[in-house]
Structure formats: C-alpha cells, structure tokens
C-alpha cells in the first residue's frame, strides 16, 4: 500500500534525547561568547607539565614566548572565572555554579589542562578547554569496542606505563576479546599516531585531551557515576488522534471554575494548615528526626487517649479530617449516637469496606450491609431518599464494588452538611478542644542525659490489632520518665 | 491502490487538523476564566523564612542505584528498592534494616508499603507487580509467601495500593495503568490513554471519587475515574516525560516533574497549569515531587543530585540541597510530614528534616 513518507494512522513524534544534554551544549556555546562568554585568560604553560607532551621540543611556532617549552594557550579559561560567570549568568551561590560547573566536565563538555583525568571543575586557576563538538556527548555514538582499543594502544605505544590500573585491565581484555582483529588494532593505532605528528605540538596536545575526556566520559573509572546510564529504555509516543480528539471535545465541554476562585484556594489552604506542617512551623515537643527523641510519635500515635491541640483542631478544617482520624472519627460517633444517628456513619464504614476490599467478598459484603442498613425494617436502617434506594435495591441485583456508590455519597452529604456543623458546635467538640494538649517544647540540650537510646519501636506487623499504648501526657509535656 | 493512498491522507491531514483546532479551541476556553497568575495572588503571602534543612539519617545498604522507596503509615519504616533486585524494609529512624528481599529482575522500579503496614508491592523488569506479607518469624522466607499480583506486558514504572491491602494500582512501560485485586490477582480495572509508558501515579485525596493521576512518556498528566476507567482530565504542557506526579494536599491540583527540568501544578477545578517551577540553571530532569504537609513547599528530586525546596504559592526556590553523589530517583514526605526521604543512585537513602 502506498504511504506517503511518514504519514501512518497515527501521530508519531521522536523523543527528544537526553533534552539536557542540549541545554548544557547552549550553556557551552554561551561560555564561549567573545563578548558575554567567560573571559579568556593568556595562559603560559609548560609544555612538560601537560600529559603526552614531550620536553624541550619548540618547533618555530607564531606568537611564541620567545623562551623554550612555554606555549600561550589563548583558548582556555580558569576555572575560577568559569565559576564566577555561572554564578553571575544564572544568579547562583557559588556552591551551585560549581555544582553546575562539575556537571558539565563530567558529561565531557570541558576539560582541565592540569590532571586531565579529572573531570570535575576546580575554582581556581587550572585553565579548562571547551570539548570539540565532534566528541560532544548528545552525539551519541555508540563507543566502539574497537575504537577504545585503538585509543589505549595508542597511549600504550607512545609512552610506557600511560595506561592506569583499569585502562590496563580494559586493554588486557579487549586483547583477549578481539585478539583475531589485534593486528588492525596496533596498526590503527600506529597509523593515527604517525598522522598526528604531522600536526602543531599544540594542536596534537589539545587533539589527544580532547580525545581522553572523550573516553573518559564512555569509559569512566571505577567509582565514577556513568553520565550515559539512563535507565531502561523507555518507548516513544504513539498518539491516536481519534482518541485525542475526542478528549478534547469532552473537555471543550467541561465546567472550569475561575482562576483566582482556585487560586484563593490554595493560599487559604496553606495559611490554615501551614501551623500543623512540621517541616514548615515545626512541631512539639520537637522534631524526632532532628532530636532523636520519639515523644512526638507517642503523643500523636493513632489511637491516643489524649489528643493534643492542633490535632483537634484539624478536625473543624474538614469533613475528612475528622473522619480520616481515628480519635476524631471515635468522637464523632459518639456524638453520632447521642443524635440517634450513628448507623450512618456505620454504613458509611460499610461501603468504604466494600470499595476497597477483596474481589471475593463483595457479594457476602453487599448482602451484609443490604440486611444491616437497607432491607425495610433492617435493625440500623439508614435513611436515603426514594430515587438512590430505588437505584440500589436495582444494582444490587448484579452486585459489585461500586453499587453502594450513590447511596454512601448521599449519607456522606448527609453526615458532612448536617451532623459534623453540629459536631463542631458541640459541647463533646468543644470540651476536647478545651482538654486538649499542648505539648512543651523540647529542646536538645535540655535533657542532655536523658536522651533516649536509639531502637526500634514496635512495627505494626507485629501487632495484631494496631493498638497504641495509651499516652497520658500532663500539660507540662515531656515523655514522663523524669 | 493509488487512489486508497489518497483517500488516507484526505483523511490523516483532516483528522490532525481538526485535532489542532480543537486543541486551539481548548485553550482558548481555559484562558478565559484564567484572569490572574499565582504569584500574583500569592504577593499578599508572607515570605518563607531562612530554610535549612540536614540529613538526618542515611541508610546504606542496597548494594546498587535506589530507585524507589515509600513510607509506612508509621511514619518511621521505609522500603526501597534498588536496580540489583533487592528491595529492604528499614526502620529509618534506628537505620536498621527489618526485612530484605531479592527478586528474580533488575530495576525494581517501583515499590510500595500496604497502608496496614504488614505487606509490601514491589516490581520491575519483570513486568508484574508481587506483594510480599511482612513476617519476623525468623524461620519463614518471605519470597516464600509472594504473591504475584499484576501482570503488564512490559517494566512496571510505579504501583500504589489504595486505602487498602486489598487493591494495588500499577503503572507500566507498555502506556496502560491498572487496578487489581490482590488476593486472587483479578484484574479489576484498567486505564488506556497514555501514548507511551507510563511512569508514575497518584492516587487523589479526595473525600468522595476514586480518581488518580498519571504521568508518562507521552509529556501528558492523565486523571483517571477508577470506577469508570476513563479519562476524566487530561494536561500537555511539559515538553518531555513526566517522571513524577503528586496531589496538591486538598486533591483540587497536582504537581508533576518532568524531564525537561520543570515542575508544573496543575488545577484540577480551573482544568489548567497554573504554575511552572523552573531556573535556568536547572538543567537536568526532575525525576520525583512531593509537597509538604501544608502544601506551601514542593520538594523535587533532579537528576543533577540535588534536590530544590519551591514555595509553591510565590514560584521561586526557597533553597537547593546537596548531599547525593549521584541522581536523585525517588522522593516522598513522611506521612506525618516531619521529614522527607530521598533515594538516589549512589545506593543511598536519605531522610532530610
């Protein structure tokens, strides 16, 4: 069948690889700007102390120092000034432009002119050379058995003992591993570097640099994070226009509330709970993570006997807040049965059991909570209107999880608008609020001797029923043990 | 035949351009109730104090990169779960570890602690997701009791159970999520939408619905209907895969981190980004979110290491954190919000307070 080139049923769009990789490069390209990049340093090196050069040789060469073995490197930059320029490009702490700078040398994108092997960036004079985009990273190509093989030759034929512990045992392997191609290997090897004394000394040193940082981003040394690794592969997308379409008719559809309406929101959310977020405000007596001492945990454990303040106070922030407590939700159904109206809650805890329970026990649960709430006459009778009995009794012909869907929103509704604007009005919510613990702050030093071993507290798989011991805390705080 | 060929592609350009003006039409009716920023409203909010926040605890012992981990309701237990297969249940607090475990595949990349504390969800490589019983008798194995629950047809990304141990939904690399029933591993529901793999899920706090959310390959967060498995809600803003989403506390948004170095939040009600978390010199992907019990912080592990704290109303960054020496993969708040746990691939786990 005749396709016109790319055109299939469906949308196919490339993924963009590594997208970091090309914000780096525009991070590198912007370095090198004559104008705004990192200001460029005149540097004067001895040629002896750059790897592979050979001492004392200065063939006639434009620009020179004039003296024997120094050479103006013109295109390097200091490390410290690579630095100073993120810190300034991005509005940075120095910490982060190293940070940033380090990551940069490790994905081969600079390098150092001094311990070339190690690419990290030092703020301080080592001068650093931007890597030729012909090795960049984001090309990709997949780093040859054989072209490694080809490079640690070389490094071996030139001078002896080059090649470090791994490198040894890498070139050890490959000449295992290809030893049928071995002759090819030396060959090339051999070929390349004759080729490359036809070059400047300078170019050749900056040539043989920008190869290792090459290698030592595919072939990093022991304990070195491999940039390259990425996880396992994830596939590309494959979109159904049809499906997108309809999505976005739906959507055209939709009811949207205004923006500023949702936003309010959110500053109303956080400005009431902000107090309660520990890591936000703290929390007392402390911070058992920054304190090593547990009180905290034993004051607010689950089932505690006397809860403290803010914990109670979260129960007037929501329905769900209450119920999501257990203390709270304990309470509420207290309050429930002297209203004469705690089956509704029950019923409620009915169908949460069924929502989320075991596929094999939802027609037994259905049948329970039919008898218990449902059925005429049923002993706790829950009250619903006509139409969502009607449309229960229905479903529950065929019943699965999600029958008593209607009738336990309705009894939620019931319970939220009605019975908890009740609850927090009460004189049962109000006495706890009044009873309720507020813990002492614990400082650190404060009990310098009394300080609690570390160990484990008892994990909730050994305990049968999740029973917390019941924690009477005096107002005065403190975990009782003086 | 030549003439088929012309028929398709009448009908491939009508298609995409109908699904281009639709796409236009969309957000044109998203802009129109959009009628302030939230940096804006949030001006009137006070600043965040000076932020400083340590490693309180490190917990070595995965031989390999951490790739995820999760809280027990407890509030001090951890599990992780690592590239060479094995995943651990520590009590983070003392940093001893409780249980280990080694599945048969590498990448387990996702794993997850049943809300009664006496189970763990794990998978990977291995395409399904198992929930293995917590035991301390000494003398059982605990690959003993595994039960295998779901079954994708290519890695699991994420799993999450419900307000149970009796439900776990899953997230997988071949685009679909689902819902199963542990016990007999029946499948109960599942959720295609997703162009590509899906890699991370959330389940909303929501009072009422059964909703959640997930993010992929695709660039797309999707919020689904459990009951129903449709898509209710679909969001395209972020220009590569999104690696993690987390409900806003309230469940009326989310945020998510995605590859291409931002955090997003997204408004559930005005159906619409609403903020963008970025810097120019965050480079590197955000691999995991979460926000702060309050929902005024966003914590973001990226994939340079470090980890940024945002102050989600005002949009800026309120600190960066270093420590890890390699990515940071996996990052969740405790449950009661005292502290934050971060998993990274220099084997390590960190509880930050």
């Known amino acids: 069948m005749a396709t016109v080139a790319g055109c299939t049923p469906h949308g196919r769009s490339s993924r963009t690889q590594r997208p970091h990789l090309s914000k780096m490069e525009r991070v590198i390209v912007s370095m090198q700007d004559p104008d705004q990049g990192v200001k460029m340093r005149s540097q004067r090196l001895l040629i002896t102390a750059i790897p592979h050069a050979v001492a004392g040789e200065t063939r006639g060469h434009p620009g020179g120092a004039g003296r024997r073995g120094l050479r103006p490197l013109r295109l390097s930059r200091a490390g410290r000034d690579v630095v100073e320029w993120l810190v300034q490009k991005f509005c940075i702490s120095e910490e982060e432009a190293l940070h940033l700078g380090t990551l940069l040398a490790q994905h081969g994108y600079i390098y150092p002119l001094h311990e070339s092997r190690d690419l990290t960036l030092r703020p301080d004079e080592t001068p650093y050379r931007f890597q030729t985009p012909y090795f960049w990273t984001s090309t990709l190509w997949p780093a040859a058995e054989l072209d490694y093989a080809i490079y640690l030759a070389k490094k071996n034929i030139q001078k002896q003992g080059a090649l470090v512990d791994y490198e040894k045992e890498h070139y050890t392997q490959l000449h295992k591993k290809i030893n049928h191609a071995w002759d090819l290997v030396v060959m090339q090897a051999r070929e390349q570097l004759r080729a490359a004394k036809q070059r400047r000394k300078g170019d050749r040193l900056v040539i043989s640099c920008q190869e290792q940082t090459y290698w030592l981003v595919n072939r990093p040394p022991p304990g070195v994070p491999n940039i390259l690794e990425q996880g396992p592969e994830r596939g590309s997308y494959n979109s159904s226009r049809v499906q997108m379409i309809e999505r976005f008719r739906k959507a055209l559809g939709r009811n949207r509330v205004k923006s500023s309406v949702c936003l309010e929101a959110y500053l109303k959310f956080s400005s009431q709970h902000g107090p309660h977020d520990p890591i936000l405000s703290g929390c007392l007596p402390s911070n058992p993570w920054i304190t090593d001492d547990v009180t905290y945990w034993a004051m607010n454990a689950p089932k505690v006997a006397a809860p403290t303040k803010l914990r109670v106070e979260r129960w007037s922030f929501s329905f769900r807040e209450l119920l999501d407590d257990p203390v709270g939700r304990g309470h509420f159904m207290d309050f429930l049965q002297k209203e004469f109206s705690a089956e509704n809650l029950s019923f409620w805890e009915a169908c949460e059991e069924l929502r989320f329970g075991g596929q094999a026990q939802v027609p037994a649960l259905v049948d329970a909570v039919y008898q218990q709430f449902l059925a005429p006459g049923a002993a706790r009778w829950v009250n619903i209107d006509s139409r969502t009995m009607e449309w229960t009794l229905e479903g529950m012909r065929q019943p699965h999880r999600y029958v008593l869907d209607a009738a336990q929103l309705h009894i939620y509704m019931l319970m939220k608008k009605d019975s908890y604007p009740r609850f927090l009005k009460s004189d049962i919510y109000k006495g706890l609020l009044e009873e309720a613990v507020i813990p002492l702050e614990t400082k650190r030093r404060a009990f310098p001797f009394l300080r609690k071993p570390l160990h484990s507290s008892p994990s909730p798989v050994l305990q049968s029923t999740p029973e917390e011991p019941a924690v009477t805390s005096t107002p005065a705080g403190g975990n009782g043990k003086q | ?353």
């Open chain 2, 1 to 353: 035949m030549a003439t088929d060929g012309l028929h398709e592609n009448e009908t491939l350009a009508s298609l995409k351009s109908e699904a281009e003006s639709l796409k236009g039409k969309l957000e044109e009716e998203r802009a129109k109730l959009h009628d302030v920023e939230l940096h804006q409203v949030a001006e009137r909010v006070e600043a965040l104090g000076q932020f400083v926040m340590k490693t309180r605890r490190t917990l070595k012992g995965h031989g390999n990169k951490v790739l995820c981990m999760d809280w027990c309701k407890d509030k001090r237990r951890v599990v992780s779960s690592s590239q060479d297969g094995k995943v651990i249940v520590w009590d983070s607090f003392t940093t001893n570890k409780e249980h280990a475990v080694t599945m048969p595949c590498t990448w387990v990349m996702a794993c997850a602690y049943a809300p009664s504390g006496c189970a763990i969800a794990c998978g990977g490589l291995d395409n399904k997701c198992s929930v293995y019983p917590l035991t301390f008798d000494k003398n059982e194995n605990m690959a003993a009791k595994k039960k295998s629950v779901a079954m994708h047809t290519n890695y699991l990304s994420a799993c999450s159970f419900t307000n149970s141990d009796m439900q776990i939904l899953t997230a997988s690399g071949d685009g679909t999520c689902a819902l199963w029933d542990v016990e007999s591993g029946q499948l109960l529901q599942s959720f295609h939408g997703h162009g590509a793999d899906v890699l991370c899920l959330d389940l909303a706090p929501s009072e009422t619905g059964n909703t959640f959310v997930s993010g992929g390959c695709d660039k797309k967060a999707m919020v689904w209907d459990m009951r129903s498995g449709q898509c209710v809600q679909a969001f395209e803003t972020h220009e590569s895969d999104v690696n993690s989403v987390r409900y806003y506390p309230s469940g009326d948004a989310f945020a998510s981190g995605s590859d291409d170095a931002t955090c997003r939040l997204y408004d559930l009600r005005a159906d619409r980004e609403v903020a963008i978390y970025s810097k120019e010199s965050i480079i590197f992907g955000a691999s995991s979110v979460d926000f702060s019990l309050s929902g005024r912080l966003l914590f973001a592990g990226y994939n340079d290491y470090t980890i940024n704290v945002w102050d989600v109303l005002k949009g800026s960054r309120v600190s960066i954190l270093f420590g890890h020496e390699n990515r940071v993969s996996t990052l969740r708040v405790s449950p009661d919000g005292t502290a934050f746990c971060s998993g990274s691939w220099d084997h390590t786990l960190r509880v930050w307070a």
